[in-house]
């Protein structure tokens, strides 16, 4: 027995081996050689004016605005969709849909179906602002997206804007029917 050579697992000995010298190669490349991103390299997307992007880059809400004085939510103002940008979506939403809302979040990629592209839109129950309340209170069964209800009034509003100021798909609100609805969202 001790002539017989056991030639049934070299072929998985082989793949063993070859994979831990591609691991070891890998690693020495990216700790040693691959210098990574370089944050102030990442050149910013310039938009053409009537893209339907109303905030600039890093531009946040004014300096006095209250999301809790907001006496009316619903109503579009750049305070809100910045508001909403910056405190609702960067930490609710950007982990599936991405920080550009492209879809392409880090968590998105495992999801299916996969995240929406909230910049082209393509809405399955509406794009008015309405429609955009009630599939954050609700979620979209079938899908990843869950309901976010709770998220304050004030905050899912302030959403809703910023979506609404990012996507090319967006139909007209009927502004007596949201003003109606919104006096009743919880």
Known sequence: MSGNVDTYNRSGYYAFIFSMVLSVGLIIVLSFMYDGIQIDEIEDVVVEEGQGLTQKKDEGPSKDFDIAAVAEPWVYSDDMAAYG??????????SCHGSKADGKGPAGGMLVPPPRNLIEGGWKKGGTSKELFVTLETGLPGTSMVSFKHLPVADRWALVHY??????DKPADDAAALAEFGKTAN
Request: aromatic residues 6%.
């Open 85 to 94: 940008k910056q405190q609702v979506y960067a930490t609710n939403c950007a």
């Open 163 to 168: 979506i609404r100021s990012i996507t090319k």
